[in-house]
């Protein structure tokens, strides 16, 4: 084998490997598709392997070329990340956060500038993520997740507990002259949220909402789904329906009066708010600058 493996053969194999087309991956990347060919012959020459399969429509990876797949493509990921980041490189000092997607856009991105002002040394990159951050497979630095606070090979900051109540439009209320959410489903529609895999099931759903208060949802009422909190919530704002409010997410919507709650009716989530970070982060200056300050956002 080869020590001399050409990158360009590792980027065209990983569109190759996706598509299990040459053609197609030569439109892909405006070659032609004996181009496409020729490099993947030259690559399989440097590894001494066959990589492909080749049949009369398309190709088919043969262990070794699904072997290789399974790196390739996060490794010229990491190559093409890292070029951007040099083009725009700094002085300061970066943190990469991954952040629930609905609370990074609701409550984290209005309280940014504080962070910035206070700390301008230290340049933050954001990345929406459900799921708990790999931190030995990708470069994050910490993650603030909504779960039970047990994650191993990782330490756990508590941030804050949460609670969910519903909110609407004060419209809404307005029109129908009353807050009682049975009513108010008689004209109007339930957003449901379909609680995620970050959440379930330490969340609060409507199902959990009517059981645990005795409620009887009406039989013909309408329902719209959304994947995320932060969807079902500007839905709310645009007068579509009644949604659960998720707390954090909800308080400058409420104090700036574009939502309401319907009652006083609240109920506890089971999971909290952490920052999850594995050791090394907290051996590091700026991240533990980073945690405080988010710690001190939180229990406002």
């Known amino acids: 084998?080869?020590?001399?493996?050409?990158?360009?053969?590792?980027?065209t194999f990983t569109v190759v490997a996706k598509e299990l087309s040459f053609?197609?991956?030569?439109?892909?990347?405006?070659?032609?598709?004996?181009?496409?060919?020729?490099?993947?012959?030259?690559?399989?020459?440097?590894?001494?392997?066959?990589?492909?399969?080749?049949?009369s429509k398309g190709v088919r990876l043969t262990l070794a070329?699904?072997?290789?797949?399974?790196?390739?493509?996060?490794g010229v990921r990491n190559i093409q990340h890292g070029i951007i980041?040099?083009?725009?490189?700094?002085q300061k000092e970066k943190l990469i956060i991954a952040v629930i997607p609905s609370l990074c856009q609701l409550w984290l991105m209005p309280r940014l500038q504080y962070f910035c002002k206070k700390h301008?040394?230290?340049e933050?990159?954001?990345?929406?993520?459900?799921q708990l951050a790999d931190f030995n497979t990708g470069q994050y630095d910490g993650h603030i997740h909504f779960g039970i606070g047990d994650y191993q090979g990782c330490e756990a900051k508590f941030l804050?507990?949460?609670?969910?109540?519903?909110v609407c439009h004060p419209e809404i209320i307005k029109e129908r002259g009353e807050d009682k959410l049975t009513e108010l489903l008689m004209d109007h529609q339930l957003l449901i949220y379909k609680a995620g895999i970050e959440d379930e099931p330490g969340g609060v759903s409507w199902g959990n909402w009517f059981r645990h208060f005795s409620l009887e949802k009406p039989q013909e009422v309408n329902q719209m789904w959304f994947s995320h909190i932060a969807m079902a919530l500007a839905a709310a704002k645009q007068k579509q329906g009644i949604a659960l409010g998720w707390h954090m997410m909800v308080k400058n919507d409420l104090s700036m009066g574009d939502l309401v709650r319907l009652d006083n009716s609240e109920l506890a989530t089971t999971y909290n708010y952490y920052l999850v970070a594995?050791?090394?982060s907290w051996k590091n200056t700026s991240f533990n600058l980073f945690a405080s300050w988010l710690s001190e956002q939180m229990c406002n």
Request: aromatic share 6%.
């Open 278 to 280: 594995p050791n090394r």
């Open 23 to 55: 053609t197609r991956a030569a439109e892909i990347l405006h070659i032609t598709p004996s181009a496409v060919s020729h490099q993947m012959k030259l690559l399989e020459s440097q590894m001494g392997v066959t990589l492909f399969y080749r049949q």
């Open 65 to 74: 070329g699904d072997t290789l797949k399974q790196h390739a493509i996060s």
């Open 124 to 130: 933050l990159e954001l990345v929406a993520l459900d």
């Open 160 to 166: 804050c507990s949460e609670k969910v109540y519903p």
């Open 85 to 90: 980041q040099s083009q725009f490189s700094s």
């Open 1 to 11: 084998m080869s020590n001399n493996i050409s990158f360009s053969a590792i980027h």
């Open 120 to 122: 301008p040394h230290i």
